[in-house]
C-alpha cells in the first residue's frame, strides 16, 4: 500500500483524507491502485449465510426485467438470476458463458451459436437455442423495443434457425463481426426461457427470486442446479436505501454486510477498529457532461471543442471525485482492447476563448442541468462551472432530483451530465451514438460518422476493424457531444467478514457483482 498515508499522523486535508482511503486511522483493507488482486482476505471460501447490500437511489421503477435496467439495483439483480451468452469478466475482458461457441461464416453475415449441454433454468427446464431465439426476438420487437435493441438491429431474427435443442443460426441482414462482443452482459442481453414474465423472473444465473419490491427490497437464494458449481452464500438481499446517512448506519449497525458504490463523502466516517473496511475498483465508470448537438450554441463544432478545453481534468479529478479517479480524454470505452491512448487533451484555456469568438459565441451563458445520481457529479458541475469563467463562460447549475433528471425532459436537456459503466467501444456507440439509440442524449447524428460504425461492426480483419475504430475516436475526441473528464473508481464499503471480491474496473459496484464468489467468514 505505497502512497497512503495515515491521515491522523500526516494532518493532511480532507480531500487528501479521501484520496488515501486510510480514513480516520482506521486501517482500511484497500485494493492496490492496479492490477485485479483481492483485497486483504481469507483464503478457504466458506458456504451458507445472508449477504445484505444496501445501494442507493430508491426508485419505484426498478426492474427484474433484464432487458430493461437503469439503476446499479437492476444490474445487481441481473449479474445474479440471469446470464448472457457470452460475459464480460470483472478485468473487462470477454468470455464464453452460455454459450460454448460463436462461430461466424467467412464474411459475418451468419452465426453460427453452440449452447453449453446441461444447462437449467431456476424452473428445472433445460436451456435450448428455441429460448435463444426467444430472448432476440424479445428485445428487437418492433411493437416494443427493449434497451438493446438498436445494437441487434444487424439480426435477421425472422429468418433464425433452430438446428437442434443446442444450436442456432442467425442470419445477419448485414455482415456483423462483433456480435460476441455485442451482447456480452447480462444487463440488457440475458438469456431468457420462452413465455419468459418479468414479473415471476427465471434464469440461469446462480440464484433464484424470491421476492421483491421496487424501491425497496429483494431477495434471492442459491440455485443448487447451477451448471457452473454454485455460489457459496445461501440468500442474496438487496436493500435500496433513499438516503446515503440510513445506508451508512445500516452498515455500521451490522443491519447490513455492504454499501455498494458508496458516496466517498462517507468513507472518511469509518471510525478506528477495522469493522468496515473498503474495496477500491479499477476506474470504469465515466460520468459525462453532455451537450445536445442539434441546439445552440452546441450546434457549433468549436463551441463543443471550447468546452472540453476549459476543464482542468486533474483538478476536477481531486475536488469532485476526492481523487479516486483516472483522466479521461472525451473518449468512452478505457478497457476496450482498441482502446487510442494517444488522445491526450490538456487545458487551454486561450484556444478555448479563440473558438468561442470565432463562433460568434464570446460570454457566454448556458444552463448545466445536473443531479445526484453517481459519485461526484453534482460536485464535477460545480467545478466545471468555475472554470469555465476564466474564459468568459457563466455557467448556472440546477441541481434536479433524479426522478426528474430522469424524467419526461432526460435527453432534451441541452447541456447536462449523465453515467455510464464500461461497455465495449462499438457496442458503446450503439447505445448511445446512433440515430433512435436509447440514450442517445446528445442528439449525436453524424452521417460520416455512423457510415464509419456500420464498416467497422462488418470488418470482419481485426487490424482493418482497428483503424476505423481509431478515426471513430479522433471524430469523439475533436467534434463529439460528450465531455469526458474522468473514469471513476468505485468504492464499496465492506463489513469485515465479506470476503472472496476483487477490484473490477466494469463501473460495476462489487467487485463486477461477484455473487457467485463471495462469501462471508
Not at 499522523?9 to 491502485?33: E, K, N, Q
Not at 470483472?90 to 453460427?112: C, F, G, R, V
Not at 463562460?393 to 425532459?409: L, N
Amino acid at each position: 500500500m505505497s502512497n497512503l498515508q495515515n491521515p491522523i499522523l500526516s494532518g493532511i486535508s480532507r480531500r487528501d483524507v479521501l484520496r488515501s482511503g486510510l480514513i480516520g486511522g482506521a486501517g482500511l483493507a484497500l485494493a492496490a491502485s492496479s492490477g485485479l488482486s483481492a483485497f486483504a482476505q481469507s483464503t478457504v471460501p466458506k458456504r451458507g449465510g445472508n449477504l445484505r447490500v444496501a445501494f442507493l437511489g430508491a426508485t419505484p421503477t426498478e426492474t427484474l426485467d433484464p432487458h430493461a435496467g437503469v439503476v446499479q439495483q437492476d444490474f445487481a439483480r441481473a449479474l445474479g438470476l440471469y446470464e448472457p451468452l457470452v460475459e464480460m469478466q470483472a478485468d473487462a475482458s470477454i468470455k464464453n458463458a452460455l454459450a460454448e461457441s460463436m462461430e461466424p461464416n467467412a464474411d459475418a453475415t451468419e452465426w453460427t451459436i453452440k449452447l453449453r449441454s446441461g444447462v437449467k433454468f431456476h424452473d428445472g427446464k433445460t436451456l435450448s437455442a428455441k429460448d435463444v431465439a426467444f430472448t432476440f426476438q424479445r428485445i428487437v420487437n418492433p411493437k416494443a423495443p427493449l434497451s438493446g435493441a438498436i445494437t441487434l438491429a444487424p439480426l435477421d431474427v425472422d429468418n433464425m434457425k433452430v438446428v437442434d435443442d443446442l444450436t442456432l443460426k442467425i442470419p445477419m441482414k448485414v455482415p456483423f463481426a462483433v456480435f460476441p462482443e455485442c451482447i456480452c452482459s447480462a444487463v440488457y442481453y440475458a438469456i431468457v426461457p420462452e413465455g419468459f414474465d418479468p414479473t415471476k423472473p427465471v434464469g440461469t444465473g446462480p440464484f433464484k427470486f424470491q421476492s421483491f419490491t421496487p424501491g425497496q427490497q429483494s431477495t434471492f437464494v442459491r440455485f443448487d442446479d447451477y451448471h457452473g458449481g454454485g455460489a457459496y452464500i445461501d440468500t442474496l438481499t438487496i436493500t435500496s436505501f433513499a438516503s446515503d446517512v440510513a445506508a451508512f448506519n445500516a452498515l455500521q449497525s451490522a443491519q447490513v454486510d455492504a454499501l455498494a458504490a458508496a458516496p466517498l463523502s462517507l468513507v472518511r466516517q469509518v471510525g478506528a477498529g477495522g469493522a468496515i473496511k473498503a474495496l477500491v475498483s479499477e476506474p470504469g465508470q465515466w460520468t459525462p457532461f453532455t451537450m445536445r448537438v442539434d441546439q445552440p450554441p452546441f450546434d457549433k463544432p468549436d463551441v463543443r471543442k471550447a468546452f472540453r478545453l476549459l476543464v482542468d481534468r486533474k483538478q476536477m479529478i481531486d475536488i469532485a471525485l476526492s481523487g479516486y479517479g483516472e483522466v479521461g480524454n472525451d473518449v468512452f470505452s478505457r478497457w476496450d482492447p482498441f482502446y487510442d491512448m494517444s488522445l491526450q487533451r490538456t487545458r487551454d484555456v486561450d484556444q478555448a476563448k479563440f473558438l468561442l469568438k470565432k463562433a460568434g459565441e464570446e460570454n457566454l451563458a448556458v444552463e448545466l442541468v445536473t443531479s445526484d445520481f453517481a459519485n461526484g457529479v453534482p460536485q464535477m458541475a460545480q467545478v466545471f462551472a468555475r472554470q469555465a469563467r476564466d474564459a468568459g463562460v457563466t455557467v448556472s447549475v440546477r441541481q434536479v432530483t433524479p426522478d426528474v433528471f430522469y424524467g419526461d425532459q432526460y435527453k432534451q436537456w441541452n447541456f447536462a451530465q449523465d453515467f455510464w459503466l464500461h461497455f465495449p467501444y462499438l457496442p458503446q456507440i450503439a447505445e448511445c451514438h446512433l440515430p433512435g439509440a436509447t440514450f442517445n442524449e446528445t442528439h449525436w447524428g453524424n452521417e460520416q460518422y455512423i457510415k464509419m460504425y456500420n464498416q467497422a461492426v462488418g470488418t470482419t480483419d481485426p487490424a482493418l476493424r482497428k483503424e476505423i475504430v481509431h478515426a471513430l475516436m479522433k471524430i469523439d475526441f475533436e467534434e463529439g457531444g460528450y465531455i469526458i473528464p474522468s473514469f471513476n473508481k468505485m468504492v464499496d464499503l465492506l463489513a469485515n467478514n465479506v470476503e472472496g471480491l476483487t477490484q473490477a474496473r466494469t463501473g460495476y459496484a462489487m467487485g463486477h457483482f461477484g455473487w457467485k464468489s463471495v462469501w462471508l467468514s
